[in-house]
């Protein structure tokens, strides 16, 4: 049975504090925690008993009297038991470690993509698509990883030790010197290495990342690279980024082999001093020659405990080194604010701005300034002008995508940002310029989100988008695959299906972004005629380029440098013989 999961906004994502967040993740009441240490032990026990045994059989035969047979056997019976529990206990340990583990991978990925969901497309258009891909897949793999290792060689290391620690307190206290001395030893070989280690597992992540982003758009610009014959030197960009890659990986592994030669030469060395401190005692009478081997095996647990801990922690360093990388994401503050906002069950499709101005980061000049329409429910607005005249930031504020930074929009007289613009956004469909399809069947693409569409009311989208004779000439009809983006379909194809797409949910206000861009003289006016029927009753916003295709308009806002430069229908524009005027002369 699945674990409900983590609301990821909800979720208080620490990246400064890994542990704190992991526990949070795991999502596991405090008993399950204690269970599976207890489960743990249990599975460990046989190890942690061989030396008792060891020390016993010795003693045995160097001192007869002391050590009774029948004591013996009662060792041997006791390690038998423990060591034949170890099937049970540790496929029930690995169950309970696994399955928090994996729950946590499952809640960390799906709060990923929420979040990325509600991001702004300011941070997506600053973050490129294969960094966001490592995140989701890479990152949130060396996590498990990480919890993995954490909580089965990393606990076990810790337990080992304390156990080692308790007993030699108990029987001889004053060894606990030797354990003592391995302090410093690890500190040093901490301070030593760290910090390379975290530098060089922060650069190659940020390689991998920037790899992942370039291989998504090598393969995004294949079409584009084999219309220009550029495939050697689109190999050769790429072959560049693989040996950075190879170079900045060979650093890191150089690194961690240097640490773990380094940690297994300075354990070695100690069990060896260890060993020599155990024989004078030995030779002072302190300690049997059985609790030299027992004493010896609970310093070789911790040397190799200690060692096994530092021999892991190159690949802890990543771990941790991800957990800060999705903190990128999911502790980012550029997001969609709707919680306790009004919810807006449905609009009429009035649509005010107010001296509404919006500035990109990167440009010295407002993208939209001081732009002021009132657009009554049910009319068509065109807006046309230059490139970078700021309509399409004007349609992205519309949307909701892109808040204003002076002025408001309202809906129906209600103020955006005191609305829940998910909800909003039911009432707006939006025909973009660039269309965007998934690899799914026709029917998938234009139903997409929807579930309660009769076959009446799809048959007649298809014809309103005079798409009807193009599932009639494909083999499957409406189940035809049409490949990644579309590419088994015609650029006029792809378009029509992005406009059925949008009349199926019958918006209260349609935005048609350069709708007939990517279509021949036949289909853009098929689509025309279609447009023309969608626009009855819909408030609307058309941008274009053709100003042939915007005669229908009831007003045409021509925008310059953010601004109106001029507003009025069709004829009237045209009789003004101002901008709008010689717009319309250049395209004949």
């Known amino acids: 049975m699945n674990r409900p999961l983590l609301r990821p906004l909800e979720l208080e994502y620490s990246s400064a504090r890994p542990f704190w967040t992991l526990l949070r993740l795991l999502n596991r009441p405090w008993f399950f925690h204690v269970g599976t240490v207890a489960v743990l032990v249990v599975k460990h026990s046989p190890m942690w008993a061989l030396p008792f045994l060891i020390a016993g059989v010795i003693d045995s035969l160097s001192t007869p009297a002391t050590f009774s047979t029948s004591r013996l056997a009662v060792y041997f019976a006791a390690v038998t038991v423990l060591v034949v529990q170890n099937i049970v206990s540790h496929t029930l340990f690995i169950s309970m470690l696994s399955g928090a583990v994996r729950d946590l991978e499952r809640t960390l990925r799906s709060a990923l993509v929420t979040r990325l969901q509600h991001l702004s497309i300011a941070f997506h258009d600053r973050t490129e698509s294969g960094r966001l891909q490592a995140k989701v897949l890479r990152d949130v793999e060396q996590v498990q990883m990480f919890c993995m290792l954490l909580g089965d060689a990393g606990m076990l290391a810790l337990l080992s030790v304390l156990f080692a620690v308790v007993v030699t307190a108990i029987k001889q206290p004053y060894l606990l010197i030797m354990f003592v ?343 853009e006016k098929k689509v025309q005629e279609a447009i023309d029927r969608a626009v009855e009753n819909r408030t609307t916003f058309i941008v274009a380029h053709r100003l042939s295709t915007i005669r229908r308009a009831n007003r045409i806002v021509v925008m310059k440098a953010g601004r109106i430069a001029e507003t009025g229908s069709f004829d009237e524009l045209m009789a003004r013989r101002g901008q709008f005027f010689e717009m319309q002369q250049l395209q004949h």
């Open 181 to 523: 001395l391995m302090t410093p030893l690890v500190a040093g070989l901490r301070a030593l290495f760290g910090r390379h280690i975290d530098e060089s597992n922060r650069a190659f992540r940020t390689q991998i990342e920037q790899m992942s982003s370039d291989v998504v758009e090598m393969l995004n610009m294949i079409p584009v690279v084999r219309a220009h014959g550029l495939e050697e030197e689109e190999s050769e960009r790429m072959a560049t980024q693989f040996q950075e890659v190879n170079r900045r990986g060979r650093k890191l592994d150089r690194m961690n082999a240097l640490f773990g030669a380094s940690s297994w030469v300075t354990f070695q060395l100690s069990m060896v001093a260890g060993l020599a401190v155990l024989v004078w005692c030995n030779r002072r009478g302190w300690i049997s020659i059985g609790d030299i081997v027992l004493y010896q095996s609970l310093f070789s647990m911790i040397v190799m405990c200690v060692s096994q801990l530092l021999n892991i922690y190159p690949q802890l360093a990543r771990g941790l080194e991800s957990i800060r990388s999705i903190g990128e994401v999911l502790e980012c503050p550029d997001i969609e604010r709707n919680s306790g906002r009004r919810t807006v069950d449905s609009l009429a499709g009035q649509v005010t701005f107010e001296t509404v101005s919006y500035k990109y980061e990167s440009d010295r000049e407002p993208a939209v300034r001081d732009f002021s329409l009132d657009v009554k429910p049910g009319e068509c607005i065109a807006l046309v002008g230059p490139s970078g005249a700021g309509k399409s930031t004007l349609i992205q504020l519309l949307i909701g995508f892109r808040r204003p930074q002076d002025g408001r929009i309202l809906f129906d007289g209600l103020d955006m940002e005191t609305c829940d613009m998910r909800t909003v956004r039911r009432s707006i469909s939006v025909v973009p310029q660039e269309t965007i399809l998934f690899s799914g069947s026709i029917r998938e693409n234009i139903l997409y989100g929807l579930n309660d569409i009769s076959d009446e009311k799809l048959n007649g989208i298809l014809r309103a988008a005079h798409l009807d004779d193009v599932i009639a000439s494909l083999p499957r009809g409406l189940e035809t695959r049409i490949g990644e983006d579309g590419a088994l379909l015609s650029g006029g194809q792809r378009q029509r299906i992005a406009i059925a797409r949008a009349l199926i949910r019958d918006p209260r206000i349609l935005v048609l972004d350069e709708a007939t861009s990517a279509l021949d003289v036949v289909s």
